[in-house]
C-alpha cells in the first residue's frame, strides 16, 4: 500500500513491503557509486540502502536484493563485470553479501584468503 500525497506524515512513502519481480541490473563497471547506487535502488521507493545477496542461481548471476527501509524485495540478473563492480568497489549505501557457493575465483580477494577449504 502507498500512502497518497494528502495523507499526513507518511506522503510518498511505501508502508508495506513489495515483491517488486525480477530486472536486470543497470549500471556499468566504470560508473561512478551515485550511478551503481541508484541501479541498486528499491523499486519501490527508491531509497539506496539496501541490502544484497550475490549467488549464482540456475547458472546465472543473481542478487536478491531487500531495502532497508521500505522492507520491498526484489531480484537482479548482474553481468561479470557488474559482478567485478560489486566486489572492487561496492558503493556505500549497499550492504553487499558473498553466498559461500559462488565459485571462489568470483568472490572479492578479501572473502577468497578467508576461506577454509
Not at 563497471?29 to 550511478?35: A, H
Not at 540502502?49 to 531480484?75: H, K, N, Y
Request: proline share 9%; net charge negative; hydrophobic share 40%.
Amino acid at each position: 500500500m502507498v500512502a497518497h500525497a494528502g495523507d499526513a506524515g507518511n506522503a510518498g512513502s511505501v508502508l508495506d513491503p513489495v515483491r517488486c519481480g525480477r530486472y536486470d541490473a543497470v549500471f556499468a563497471f566504470d560508473d561512478p557509486d551515485e550511478l551503481v547506487g541508484a541501479g541498486l535502488s528499491c523499486p519501490a521507493c527508491l531509497e539506496e540502502a539496501t541490502q544484497l545477496s550475490v549467488d549464482v542461481v540456475d547458472g546465472e548471476l543473481d542478487a536478491r536484493c531487500s531495502c532497508q527501509t521500505c522492507g520491498s524485495t526484489w531480484s537482479l540478473a548482474l553481468r561479470p563485470k557488474q559482478l567485478l563492480r560489486l566486489s572492487l568497489d561496492p558503493p556505500t549505501t549497499a550492504d553487499v553479501r558473498w553466498s559461500l557457493a559462488l565459485p571462489p575465483t568470483m568472490l572479492p580477494p578479501e572473502i577468497e584468503d578467508g576461506w577454509d577449504a
